[in-house]
Nanobody, 122 residues
């Protein structure tokens, strides 16, 4: 299983760190982060490979969102800084194909967490 935690309500400009915890060893897997705002399609944000190298695919989050992993703890983290109201969404982690140069495609990911709500509002 995958389980996200750490979402919540924050003010614009604040930071939040989301955790993706796995019920099995993660160290062989690349992990991707997605988000889905109400009424919008799910969009891919970041992918981190097994070695810890990450790629950010979403221009609006570059320079603000980063991801890291702790393979010993079977956890992956999404650090979100300088949050904006347009970052409001349900955030998901997922296991799928290896991180690559192409944008993340949700149908290619077979295992998902339940998501955690992030709301950015003044």
């Amino acid at each position: 299983y995958l389980a996200e935690s750490g979402g919540g309500l924050v003010h614009p400009g604040e930071s939040l760190k989301i955790t993706c915890a796995a019920g099995a060893p993660l160290h062989f897997w690349d992990i991707a982060w997605f988000r889905q705002a109400q009424g919008k399609d799910r969009e891919g944000i970041l992918c981190i490979n097994a070695a810890g190298t990450s790629t950010n695919y979403l221009n609006s989050t570059k320079g603000r969102f980063t991801t890291s992993r702790d393979n010993a703890e079977n956890k992956v983290y999404l650090q979100m800084n300088d949050l904006k109201p347009e970052d409001t969404a349900v955030y998901f982690c997922a296991v799928g194909p290896p991180c690559g140069p192409e944008p993340l495609s949700p149908p290619r990911f077979g295992q998902w967490g339940q998501g955690t709500q992030v709301t950015v509002s003044s």
